[in-house]
């Protein structure tokens, strides 16, 4: 016995793949009449995504000054030997300027 399915009919092969062009051919309309619209829908949630930065912005200098200050110092923990290193040279340097400044 032959199962149904086997592919082994003598009519319905080409219609079936016809079917199957007709759908991929209509959706592929669809997509692109749609893209106009996806296009502007994309350039809105930008846009939104956009206004999330200004609110950081805003939230982030509304934080008391210890709060960000402590929220700076754990970004830069890493790098505080080498501010601290850096001030100091310059400080050194910049009276070094001023000594042979004032001395001359």
């Known amino acids: 016995g ?8 003598s009519s319905g092969g080409g219609a079936t793949a016809q079917l ?13 009449e749609r893209i106009p619209a996806l296009l502007e829908e994309s350039v809105e ?21 210890d709060v960000f200050e402590n929220m700076l110092h754990s970004c830069f923990q890493e790098d505080e030997w080498m501010l601290i290193t850096l001030g100091g040279v310059l400080g050194f340097l910049i009276g070094l300027a001023q000594a042979f400044a004032l001395g001359a």
């Open 20 to 32: 199957w062009d007709q759908a991929r051919a209509a959706a592929s309309e669809v997509v692109v």
């Open 45 to 65: 949630y930008v846009e939104r995504c956009m206004d999330l930065s200004e609110t950081l912005a805003d939230r982030i200098a509304a934080l008391p000054p």
């Open 2 to 9: 032959e199962s149904g399915g086997g592919g082994h009919s």
